[in-house]
């Protein structure tokens, strides 16, 4: 069955820097949808960035500069490098992918109930 795994969470100062990793295994589709969702406590789950499998990406506008997503096939890795973090980007961070789908759709409002598959989550917690 398709399982994905966060790594990589923790504690930063604002300002600092972390990157999250998520290893994908049992996901055979040539074409794919993947993405970065965040969720605050209290708050509903939002989508940060998102990757298709044709290169195309897409960012929430909060983190827009300041975010990278990208891909390792031959690992079967996503990755999400954060930098310049602020408070408001504390939560738990999770991965997930489906098939064919536009990058967009991560970020798009509801966004989170296109996706099927997802990981466990990562916390992250930025100190101001």
């Known amino acids: 069955q398709v399982q994905l795994e966060e790594s990589g969470g923790g504690s930063v100062q604002a300002g600092g820097s972390l990157t999250l990793s998520c290893v994908v295994s049992g996901y055979s589709h040539s074409d794919y949808c993947m993405g970065w969702f965040r969720q605050a406590p209290g708050e509903e789950r939002e989508g940060v960035a998102g990757i298709a499998s044709d290169g195309t990406t897409a960012y929430a506008d909060d983190v827009k500069g300041r975010f990278t997503i990208s891909i390792d096939n031959a690992k079967n890795t996503l990755y999400l490098q954060m930098n310049s973090l602020k408070p408001e980007d504390t939560g738990m961070y999770y991965c997930?992918?489906?098939?064919?789908?536009?990058?967009?759709?991560?970020?798009?409002?509801?966004?989170?109930?296109?996706?099927?598959?997802w990981g466990q989550g990562a916390q992250v917690t930025v100190t101001s």
């Open positions: 997930a992918t489906e098939g064919l789908r536009p990058a967009s759709m991560v970020v798009a409002v509801n966004g989170r109930n296109a996706f099927g598959y």
